[in-house]
């Protein structure tokens, strides 16, 4: 039996300032979220971008977002820790996309059921806010092939083909 995990809503705040709610924010049919726990996981979130810029230049249907995950105790320094994030960016398709979360962390890793908080996660989520594959860690070979496996399957699940829902969840 298949579980069927969903995106919990949480509110988050692009480095553009914008305030958000997720899942409702992500504006693709098919989304990559990357989610970081550690300033030191932006490594692994960057190995990810080549692979998602070429994938999303052939699909306009999916889009792709970096989530920095950050306790609840660095909150009341968010316009700090947000504004030397988008400093050293100061690309605008990148300020957007990148989606900070402040508060409780469970509230992101328990419903999506990420054990893991040493790496990354990166996690697959249609339109409906349900997951469809998840892996952690940086840009790896297998991984991608894995991911683009899903993202195969999702575009013929919403075509109306008999495709089978995988990944490492």
């Given at each position: 039996m298949t579980r069927h995990i969903v995106f919990p809503t949480v509110s988050a705040r692009n480095l553009q300032g914008l305030?958000?709610?997720?899942?409702?924010?992500f504006e693709g049919r098919r989304n990559v979220v990357i989610v970081a726990f550690q300033?030191?996981?932006?490594?692994?979130?960057?190995?990810?971008?080549?692979?998602?810029?070429e994938?999303?230049?052939?699909?306009?249907?999916?889009?792709?977002y970096e989530l920095p995950t950050i306790a609840r105790m660095w909150a009341p320094v968010r316009r700090f820790i947000d504004?030397?994030?988008?400093?050293a960016i100061r690309v605008p398709a990148i300020l957007q996309?990148?989606?900070?979360i402040y508060g409780d962390v469970a509230r992101i890793t328990t419903p999506?059921?990420?054990?893991?908080?040493s790496t990354v996660a990166?996690?697959?989520?249609?339109?409906?806010?349900?997951?469809?594959w998840s892996a952690g860690g940086g840009f790896d070979q297998a991984i991608a092939a894995e991911?683009?496996?899903?993202?195969?399957?999702?575009?013929?699940?919403e075509s109306g083909g008999e495709g089978e829902r995988t990944g490492r969840s």
């Open positions: 305030d958000v709610v997720l899942p409702d924010a300033r030191q996981h932006q490594s692994l979130v960057d190995s990810w971008i080549p692979w998602l810029v994938q999303s230049a052939a699909d306009p249907d999916l889009r792709f504004g030397g994030m988008a400093s996309r990148t989606l900070t999506l059921e990420i054990t893991d908080r990166v996690l697959l989520v249609d339109d409906s806010a349900g997951v469809l991911l683009g496996r899903a993202l195969d399957l999702a575009r013929e699940d």
